[in-house]
């Protein structure tokens, strides 16, 4: 059974930080392409980052470029969103996926994604 679960969500003040992690279980990620995605309630999921399969090459909305960075480690089956200076429109569920069908590549279209985890919540204060 594939699960994917992310950590390291909370609350915290504009202009900070959080590092978001996504461990896999059930599926080895170093075959496929990874992303993060983002969801308020009343909008539509929005891609945030995604990351090839040997972390060669990334790619980001426009949301995240300049202050978040995606990254993986293979070995630990773990995929990071490193999120800085934070603003309070970056309040959301953030979740990570795993995308089958892409050849490890990189890809901001949701329906290629096959595996989501359950979502960590990210609260920016103003």
């Known amino acids: 059974q594939v699960q994917l679960v992310e950590s390291g969500g909370g609350l915290v003040q504009a202009g900070g930080s959080l590092r978001l992690s996504c461990a896999a279980s059930g599926v080895t990620l170093s075959e496929l392409g990874m992303g993060w995605f983002r969801h308020v309630p009343g909008k539509e999921r929005e891609f945030v980052a995604g990351i090839s399969w040997n972390g060669g090459s990334t790619y980001y909305g426009d949301s995240g470029k300049g202050r978040f960075t995606i990254s993986r480690d293979n070995a630990k089956n773990t995929v990071y969103l490193q999120m800085n200076t934070l603003k309070p429109e970056d309040t959301a569920v953030y979740f990570c996926?795993?995308?089958?069908?892409?050849?490890?590549?990189?890809?901001?279209?949701?329906?290629?994604?096959?595996?989501w985890g359950q979502g960590t919540q990210v609260t920016v204060s103003s």
């Open positions: 996926a795993a995308d089958r069908r892409s050849g490890g590549g990189v890809t901001t279209t949701l329906r290629n994604y096959d595996y």
